[in-house]
T-cell receptor, first 114, second 112 residues
Framework: DGGITQSPKYLFRKEGQNVTLSCEQN?????MYWYRQDPGQGLRLIYY???????QKGDIAEGYSVSREKKESFPLTVTSAQKNPTAFYLC?????????????FGSGTQLSVL | QKEVEQNSGPLSVPEGAIASLNCTYS??????FFWYRQYSGKSPELIMS????GDKEDGRFTAQLNKASQYVSLLIRDSQPSDSATYLC????????????FGKGTKLSVIP
């Protein structure tokens, strides 16, 4: 089945530690995205990538880093510089159909601080 | 700053009633509009998209768009307890843009 796989489902970070969230898609979509969701809040864009080896900062990129070495994969690293990392992280992908494009989401990763 | 506003709710409706969810947006040039349903602890799921003024129906769901008023709504007919979720409105500002702006969502509770 085609889809977007995020792992792990739950992740705990210690003070000063970097952690990496995995996102893999087999939908053959060109564009991939990372969103952060805090309780009672909408989704805020962290980073997005339209093609391999290229990515752009979203609204809240500080304290995060990404890579896009393969079309299928778009991992997100939450660095120690992100002082408030506790949130629900969502990876998404889409075809690039201009304004007709639709986002498809993975199942999410809940990150908490120990 | 592009903004998408939704009433956070909770919106409570009895089973079988019509639930009406509303969304306003600030960018007059916005081209496409989406409604996502999100169950607690789960990821958003696309349920409706609309691109032109008027109504678009899909089963029990109807999306309504009025670009002059910068307003988009979602009607759910014959509401079921399984419709209880948070509904997110998302707006794409224009062709070539890949940054959807999301509202904070409206929590809907359907009471049996």
């Amino acid at each position: 089945d085609g889809g977007i796989t995020q792992s792990p489902k739950y992740l705990f970070r210690k003070e000063g530690q970097n952690v990496t969230l995995s996102c893999e898609q087999n939908l053959n979509h060109d564009a991939m995205y990372w969103y952060r969701q805090d309780p009672g809040q909408g989704l805020r864009l962290i980073y997005y990538s339209q093609i391999v080896n290229d990515f752009q900062k979203g609204d809240i990129a500080e304290g995060y880093s990404v890579s896009r070495e393969k079309k299928e994969s778009f991992p997100l690293t939450v660095t120690s510089a992100q002082k408030n990392p506790t949130a629900f992280y969502l990876c998404a992908s889409s075809t690039q159909d201009g304004f007709n494009e639709k986002l498809f989401f993975g199942s999410g990763t809940q990150l908490s601080v120990l | 700053q592009k903004e998408v506003e939704q009433n956070s709710g909770p919106l409570s409706v009895p089973e079988g009633a019509i639930a009406s969810l509303n969304c306003t947006y600030s960018d007059r040039g916005s081209q496409s509009f989406f409604w996502y349903r999100q169950y607690s602890g789960k990821s958003p799921e696309l349920i409706m998209s609309i691109y032109s003024n008027g109504d678009k129906e899909d089963g029990r769901f109807t999306a309504q768009l009025n670009k002059a008023s910068q307003y988009v709504s979602l009607l759910i007919r014959d509401s079921q307890p399984s419709d209880s979720a948070t509904y997110l409105c998302a707006v794409n500002p224009g062709a070539g843009s890949y940054q959807l702006t999301f509202g904070k969502g409206t929590k809907l509770s359907v009471i049996p």
